[in-house]
């Protein structure tokens, strides 16, 4: 191609015009190919000489100007040719269709390099052919991408929800609310948070130096309101000091994680805001939850319960470490901790005036069992589900029990005894674990083992 570049002087050459119409057609040129060969003899002959050589020179140069390019063809695309074709092969074309990310290669059998000249109307029916097939599948993905629907698709992902906040240019305090925050990693320790490009705090969270995710409890709806507003002051709305890094760290909140900005990732019309953990906090509060464009307190209100009716039985199966607390009676039967009513620390009679008794920090978590007694319809079981941190004070009655030996303990009540098979049962299915590793090999380690300080202190110590 070269050499015939460089060959090609300025004016029309007859004997360079029957060469190529030898390489195109044949030579001698077969019956069936005359008409096209003479059309294409004459659109040789009228062209402009100086302009065909010139093209032609770049067409024999050009190809590093486009090399790699293929992959960025994002439109479908048909690469076509014949099999007879000896200047743009088969197999040209089907690299080509490789390389572009929606290229389809089409060979049409007997035809030589014209085929678009030779056999017009074959070529133009596999074109439309092609452009109406792109087009049903444009049309089918339109419909089936409905961006409405996917928001709400989207939205039946059950997640807490969080107020991120770092500090502006100017020093002052910046936070929206967040749902799409997700633990990253162990090891370093890391976290993320997706931020719209459109929100006004874009600019200062992607160029700040760390941001702070406040995890939101159930009394911080309010908050998770104003900080989803465009309002000026939404800082006026809430108690906050600065953490260790500088960061907002708002009061009230589950817990916080402090964070160096690791990484920001640009994300479609979002950047993924990924943060080092510098420091972070915990506590028991019961987090807000959100799911399908309303807040959910999964925690089921325990002020509620306070002032449940007097015959109301409230427990608690508290577990540390895979063990679950009991108190022995003298005669060597178990119970779990259970009052009249939920109570506070300074009504003995209640759940809390008995574990406050016996000195047992407990976090009660969520609600886990609720039963009307069998034998009086007045009364009612309510049980939770929670954490006890160790150690635990000497009192003699207090026994932490492994939970595949529960089964084995004698227990009073049969519907307590059948609860905690229940529990035994579902925690083994609930016995998640993080994946620590690479995409070669790795572990699944149980949480408690990965993070003993995150996972299982639950106390307020
Ligand atoms: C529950 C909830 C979750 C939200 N999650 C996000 C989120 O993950 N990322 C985001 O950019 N905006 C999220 N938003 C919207 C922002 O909070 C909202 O756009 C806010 O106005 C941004 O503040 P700014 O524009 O003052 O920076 C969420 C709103 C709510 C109510």
Not at 130 to 140: E, I
Not at 162 to 191: C, K, Q, W
Not at 270 to 289: C, E, M, Y
Not at 314 to 339: K, N
């Amino acid at each position: 191609v070269r050499e015939r570049a460089a060959a090609l002087g300025g004016h029309g050459d007859p004997q360079a015009i029957a060469a190529t119409i030898a390489r195109w057609f044949g030579d001698p040129i077969p019956p069936d190919l005359a008409d096209a060969a003479a059309t294409a003899q004459t659109a040789l002959e009228g062209v402009d000489a100086e302009g065909y050589a010139r093209t032609y020179r770049l067409f024999a140069s050009a190809d590093t100007a486009h090399v790699d390019r293929l992959a960025e063809l994002a439109a479908p695309a048909l690469f076509m040719t014949g099999s007879e074709d000896r200047n743009s092969t088969p197999a040209m074309s089907a690299a080509m269709a490789r390389l572009a990310p929606s290229g389809q290669c089409l060979v049409l059998s007997g035809e030589k390099h014209m085929m678009t000249i030779a056999s017009p109307r074959k070529v133009t029916q596999h074109i439309t052919a092609f452009l109406d097939r792109t087009a049903d599948v444009a049309a089918s993905a339109d419909a089936a991408f409905d961006a409405i629907e996917f928001r709400r698709a989207l939205g039946s992902f059950l997640t807490g929800v969080t107020i991120v906040t770092t500090v502006d240019e100017a020093g002052d305090p910046r936070g929206f609310t967040a749902n799409s925050f997700t633990s990253v990693s162990l090891e370093p320790p890391l976290v993320l948070v997706c931020i719209a490009k459109k929100a006004l705090g874009h600019q200062a969270f992607s160029t700040s130096r760390g941001f702070a995710i406040n995890i939101l409890s159930e009394d911080q709806k309010a908050a998770s309101g104003i900080f989803a507003s465009k309002a000026a002051d939404k800082f006026a709305s809430v108690i906050w000091q600065p953490g260790q890094t500088g960061n907002p760290v708002i009061e009230g909140s589950v817990a916080v994680f402090d964070c160096d900005m690791e990484q920001l990732v640009d994300a479609g019309d979002h950047s993924i805001l990924i943060g080092r953990v510098h420091d972070f906090t915990h506590n028991g509060a019961q987090p807000l939850g959100y799911c399908r464009g309303a807040y959910v307190t999964p925690g089921l209100s325990q002020e509620a319960l306070a002032a449940a009716p007097p015959g109301t039985e409230v427990g608690a199966i508290l577990e540390s470490e895979g063990r679950v607390l009991f108190l022995e009676a003298a005669d060597g039967s178990h119970q779990l901790p259970a009052g009249h009513g939920l109570g506070a620390a300074n009504d003995a009679r209640s759940l809390r005036g008995k574990l406050a008794a016996k000195a047992i920090d407990a976090d009660l978590g969520f609600l886990y069992a609720v039963w009307d007694d069998a034998t009086d319809a007045s009364r009612t079981h309510v049980y939770y589900r929670g954490t006890v941190s160790a150690p635990l004070s000497g009192d003699g009655q207090i026994r932490l029990v492994d939970i595949d030996r529960m089964a084995d303990l004698k227990i009073a009540d049969p519907a307590v005894r059948s609860m905690l098979a229940r529990y035994a049962r579902e925690r083994t299915e609930d016995q998640f674990g993080v994946y620590v590793g690479n995409e070669v090999e790795g572990e699944v380690r149980p949480l408690a083992k990965a993070a003993p300080s995150a996972a299982i202190h639950s106390g307020h110590g």
